[in-house]
């Protein structure tokens, strides 16, 4: 699969009147914004298997990785895939909503208490001033995780299952059961378009230029993305709004038609084979992202509650970077500590 940055001015007008350029946030995909005429332009030319993508209306084409850097995979194939993968291994699938995660509170170890220094001539101390020392020690306490509850989704049933360790990846709901934890959702929609035939692999992050019905000057330009999918699917998805809160459940995600509608027609303006294809979905999902200004996400280790660990935190490179991020928890639950990579300044407990 390659990468690349694509600018185009948008040709058919009857499609592109009418959409607005609605400020909106930035899915942090992009590294830094080409700019025409400079170094990082390699001339208009695309390459020649990316066959379905309008010649005539790029301006500039610049390759940011190929097929040896980069690699594309369908979300839902690859999370089932992993999911077949920990049942053949003995891993129990329970498909629930969380309710709550439960606490007890420990008290931590006992200071070491002076030492009794007797014959040497010092003074011992009373036992009612050992007493103190040990009291006011053990009288620190804090959380250990207990157990977790949930509702069961097919008998509805709250149910509590005990435990040692939970590892918290919630997403955008991670702060609904851990408020503590700074994150919250920033909604993005997507659609998924089956094209007229079949595209090669690409990623494109593009920019076009919305032409104004009324005037020589271009509104715009808007940035939406493609994907080539390897299931003959095409995924585009714009930027992020926080329009409308985090809602209970991924069931009540309340999807936007418009937005929806905007990019159908921004890159079927600059593709027949899209344009001629077929909607397969509209949808809209949140990513979690922390609301720390100048403190990067992903959160992934421990916290301050002994037990409790957070994996989230990872905006939209949540597939990208899950992986990595599963074998570093389980390095730190079995092991200790992370072996696999140096995670200091993801550690939770610097902000939390």
């Not at 080409?34 to 301006?59: F, N, S």
């Not at 995780?145 to 955008?172: F, M, N, Q, R």
């Amino acid at each position: 699969m390659s990468c690349g940055n694509l600018e185009a001015y948008g040709r058919r007008r009857s499609e592109l009147e009418g959409l607005g350029a609605a400020p909106g946030f930035s899915l942090g995909k992009r590294a830094g914004d080409a700019k025409k005429g400079g170094k990082a332009w390699t001339g208009t030319g695309l390459p020649k298997d990316l066959d379905w993508i309008l010649p005539e209306l790029v301006r500039g084409y610049e390759k940011m990785g190929g097929s040896r850097e980069t690699a594309q995979v369908h979300p839902y194939y690859f999370t089932m895939s992993l999911i077949d993968l920990a049942k053949a291994s003995g891993a129990e699938l329970v498909i629930g909503s969380v309710t709550n995660i439960n606490y007890v509170d420990v008290s931590s170890p006992a200071s070491t208490p002076p030492p009794i220094i007797g014959r040497s001539g010092g003074k011992s101390p009373s036992m009612s001033s050992l007493s103190s020392s040990t009291s006011t020690s053990s009288s620190r306490s804090r959380r250990k995780v207990e157990s977790v509850t949930y509702t069961d989704k097919e008998t509805l049933k709250s149910v509590t299952v005990p435990a040692s360790h939970v590892i918290l990846a919630a997403g955008p709901w991670t702060a609904r059961l851990f408020p503590a934890a700074p994150i919250t959702g920033l909604r993005a929609h997507s659609v998924t378009i089956t094209p007229v035939a079949p595209v090669t692999g690409y990623a494109l992050f593009t920019e076009i230029s919305i032409p104004n019905s009324s005037e020589a000057c271009n509104r715009g330009p808007v940035s939406p993305e493609i994907y080539a999918r390897p299931n003959n699917e095409i995924y585009v998805c714009g930027e992020g709004d926080m329009e409308i809160e985090v809602p209970e459940t991924t069931a009540d995600v309340e999807v936007d038609e418009s937005r929806c509608d905007n990019l159908i027609a921004q890159v079927s303006s600059i593709s027949d084979h899209i344009r001629l294809g077929r909607v397969t979905r509209k949808q809209a999902c949140y990513l979690p992202v922390l609301n720390i200004g100048g403190s990067g996400g992903p959160l992934i280790g421990e916290t301050r509650v002994d037990g409790l660990y957070l994996a989230t935190g990872h905006s939209c490179w949540g597939i990208n970077n899950a992986p990595a991020t599963g074998l570093l928890l389980s390095e730190i639950v079995f092991d200790g500590k992370a072996m696999s990579a140096d995670i200091r300044q993801l550690d939770p407990r610097r902000i939390l």
